[in-house]
C-alpha cells in the first residue's frame, strides 16, 4: 500500500511539471523553463547540471529557430559547447538558422566555431539540405 502512495505522489508530481512547463510556454517566458526544470531535478549534483544542460539545449535551438542572435550570443558566452548541441533528429543550431535563412544567427555560431560539416539524422549538413 505505502508503495502505492509513493508512485501515487510521484504521478502527481510529474503532472504538476508539465502542467508548469506547458503554462510557461504559452506565456512565453522561455528563460523560466531553465530554473523550473533545474528546480525539480533530484538533490544529485550531475543529475541537475545534466537536466541544465537539456534544458539550455533546447533553449539554444528555439531561439536560433525564432532568429534572435542576441540571445544565441548570449547562451554561447556562457555555455560555448552549445554551438553544436544537437535536437532529436541531430540538428545543430547552425541547421536550424541556415533552414530559415537567419544571417545574423548562422554568423554568430560560426563566431563561436559552429561546424558547417555536422549532419543531422538523415545525413544533411547546411551545405546540402
Known amino acids: ?9 510521484k504521478i502527481v508530481g510529474t503532472e504538476t ?13 522561455f528563460h523560466q523553463i531553465n530554473q523550473v526544470i533545474v528546480m ?19 533553449l539554444i535551438l528555439w531561439h536560433a529557430h525564432q532568429n534572435d542572435a542576441a540571445a544565441v ?3 554561447l558566452q ?5 554551438v553544436n548541441a544537437t535536437d532529436y533528429d541531430n540538428r ?9 535563412g537567419w544571417i545574423d544567427v548562422a554568423n554568430c555560431l560560426l563566431e563561436f566555431g559552429a561546424d558547417v560539416n555536422a549532419q543531422d ?3 544533411n549538413t547546411v551545405r546540402n539540405p
Open 121 to 123: 539524422r538523415w545525413k
Open 40 to 58: 525539480s531535478s533530484g538533490s544529485g549534483n550531475s543529475k541537475e547540471k545534466e537536466k541544465a544542460r537539456v534544458s539550455r539545449t533546447s
Open 17 to 29: 511539471l508539465a502542467f508548469l512547463l506547458i503554462s510557461l510556454i504559452k506565456e512565453n517566458t
Open 92 to 100: 545543430t543550431p547552425l541547421h536550424v538558422a541556415s533552414l530559415h
Open 1 to 9: 500500500m505505502k508503495g502505492r502512495k509513493k508512485e501515487r505522489k
Open 73 to 75: 550570443r548570449k547562451l
Open 78 to 82: 556562457e555555455d560555448p559547447s552549445l
